[in-house]
Structure formats: C-alpha cells, structure tokens
C-alpha cells in the first residue's frame, strides 16, 4: 500500500514567499543604500579634486605675478622701479565681475587681474634703453598673452589668457576652466588683506575661517626713524608725490561649489604670497 504524502498547505506557501520577499528586499534595500553611498562618495571626491585642482592652478600662477626677466641682469632699486610689470596697468588689481573696472571697497572681489613676464624677454633689454633689445630695436615689453586673470561668472572660473590691462574684468579673452554643468562654483573672494570668519550662507558658502595673511606697504622714501610701514594696508597712507612705496602682497582666497544634483556645498581656503614685491613711485 503507498503511503500517503503530503505537500505544503496555501498558508506555509504564503508564509515561505513572505519571507523570501523580506529577504530579497533588504538585500535590494542594502543593495541601493550601497550605490547611493558610493555615489555620493564619488561626488564629494570629484568636487574636492574639482576644488583643489582650481585652488592650486590659482594660487601658483599669482606666485608669478609682477615677475620681470629685467630684474634678473640688475640689482639696482633704480632700474627695478622700471619694472613693466608693476605700473598701474599690469600690477595686481581685485575687481567684481559686477563692476568690473571699479577697485572695490574693501579690497574683496570675485576677478583678480594681474601680468608678468611670461616669455622672459626682459633678459634681452639694453639697460641704458629698456624697451629695446640689446641690438638697439624697440621691443614690446608686455605682449597680449602677458596679461592674466581669474574669475567667477555664470558658476563657473574663467581664466584670461589675452589682454592689454589689468584693470578691467572685462577686457581679453576668457575660457572656462571648471564645468558648470558638473560642478556649480558659487563664491570666489580675493582679498589683499585679512578676511574676517564667515558664517554659512545658504547656496553660496559653507561657513569659512578666518584668513589672517595681510598685504604690508614701506614708504621708502620716509626717513628712517618715520618710515611709512603698514601691516594691514596694500596702500601707504602717507605716500605723496615722487615717494618710493613698497608693497609686499599677499592674497586671501576662499572657494566654494557644489556638484550637480547634490547640493552640499564645500569650500576651501588659501593664502598666496606673491614673490615679486612690487617698487614704484607716486605719481
């Protein structure tokens, strides 16, 4: 006689799928946590590779501001104060995009203007003729390609390749070098003195810290015992007409962004010295 075998009834049915559906789900579940996590992860690094590749680009080519082959052949103040790179039209200046041929006050904007010797042909000039060659030809000292630049428009940085001034946000020819359909840059500051803590305001910045770095200006031209020194100005207060000034400058930077679809906004911060001081006189 066959023995009678029985099969699982609807409920233990049900009870089994039941818990093969909450298995399957919180694998699913951990499954999709996972992926998130690792895309954020990968948004957060390629913002701060974004950031910081930005930050150093910046930082490195305003080291070079100011610089001037000539100054290489002679070791006189005199001839220094010829320096081309350092008259009102090629030293360092900060703007806003905003107004973008006005010097701000104070000292902070998103565009910072600036030039130097790129190709170093001031090691070519004649000392007892700058602006000739050493064959007596006249030479243009500062090409086009001379005038450089940074800026924050559209949520983007730009960077001038080509100009005639530096006193112009608007003047050369520009190129975006962050993508603003990947990463939003909302806030680029420069500032040639101290720049204060900031609290976090929403979409543009996290909270920053403080930068303490500070342009000095020396009034040469003062005697000794009243030089005109001060640390926390780009400008001697005293200067007059003919006077040798001497700046010694320093730029605070803070650069904040988010990526695209995610946004978490991130900053970073930094101060530059630039090497070249820069000696002229009063005008």
Known sequence: MLARKNGFTLIELMIAMMLGIIVVG????????????????VKSARLNYDLDTTMQLMVNDLRRAGYWGGAIISGSNDFLLENPFSDTN??????????PTTD????????????????????????????????????????????????????????????????????????????????????????????????????????????????RCLNSSLAATHADYISNSINCTNAVTDNILGQRRVINIHLSGYVKDDVTLKSLSMSVHIRNDRLYTVP
């Open 90 to 99: 090629t030293t360092v200046n900060i703007r806003t995009v905003a107004a």
């Open 26 to 41: 919180g694998a699913m579940s951990m499954y999709i946590s996972t992926i998130r996590t690792s895309a954020d992860i």
């Open 104 to 215: 701000p006050t104070p000292n902070s904007g998103d565009c910072i203007l600036y030039s130097y010797d790129a190709d170093g042909n001031g090691k070519d000039e004649d000392l007892s003729n700058p602006g000739n060659d050493k064959d007596g030809n006249a030479i243009t000292v500062i090409a086009s390609t001379e005038y450089y630049g940074f800026k924050l428009e559209d949520n983007a940085i730009k960077i001038r390749y080509s100009g005639s001034n530096t006193t112009d946000c608007d003047n050369g020819l520009w190129e975006r070098i962050t993508d603003e359909d990947t990463i939003k840059i909302t806030h680029l500051e420069f500032n040639f003195l101290p720049i204060a803590a900031q609290t976090a305001s929403t979409g543009v910045h996290p909270a920053l810290p403080a930068l303490t770095a500070s342009s």
